[in-house]
C-alpha cells in the first residue's frame, strides 16, 4: 500500500471505488488507528472505529436510518436511511455524514477521504 506523507500527516489508499459501492463500510488500519470506511449514498466517510460514548468498535453497528416525529401526535416515520452508524453496544445513532451524535454531544472522528482516480484516499495525523 502506497502512503504519500507531510510532516504532520500522513494520506493512505485504502480501497479502490469498485471495493466500496453505496451501502458498503471497509474497516483498515492507518497508523495504529482502525478506520471504518463507509459509502453513503455515493459520499465517502472515514470514522475512528470508537464509540465515544464507551470505546466500543463503532464501525462494526448496523447502518441504517432513524425515526422522526411527525405532526400527529404520538406517530413517526423513518428517514436518512443508510445514513445512520448505530453503535453494536448500546444503540447510540451518529449522523454519517456530519459525525454527530443523534443522542449526545460527542460525536465520532472523522478523517478526511478523497478520491484520486479510482483510489479512495484517508488522510490522518502520523502518529508520534
Known amino acids: 500500500m502506497m502512503t504519500a506523507k507531510t510532516d504532520r500527516f500522513v494520506r493512505v489508499p485504502v480501497a479502490t471505488v469498485d471495493e466500496l459501492p453505496p451501502g458498503t463500510r471497509k474497516i483498515v488500519e492507518v497508523e495504529g488507528r482502525s478506520i471504518g470506511v463507509f459509502n453513503v449514498n455515493g459520499h465517502y466517510r472515514a470514522v475512528l472505529n470508537l464509540c465515544p460514548h464507551e470505546l466500543a468498535p463503532v464501525c462494526l453497528g448496523a447502518v441504517r436510518g432513524t425515526t422522526r416525529p411527525t405532526d400527529m401526535p404520538s406517530h413517526y416515520d423513518w428517514h436518512r436511511d443508510g445514513e ?26 472523522l478523517f478526511p477521504v478523497e478520491v484520486e482516480g479510482d483510489q479512495i484516499v484517508v488522510e490522518v495525523a502520523k502518529r508520534r
Do not use: N, T, Y
Open 84 to 109: 445512520i452508524l448505530a453503535c453494536p453496544w448500546h444503540g447510540w445513532e451518529f449522523d454519517l455524514i456530519s459525525g454527530k451524535s443523534l443522542v449526545d454531544r460527542r460525536p465520532l472522528k
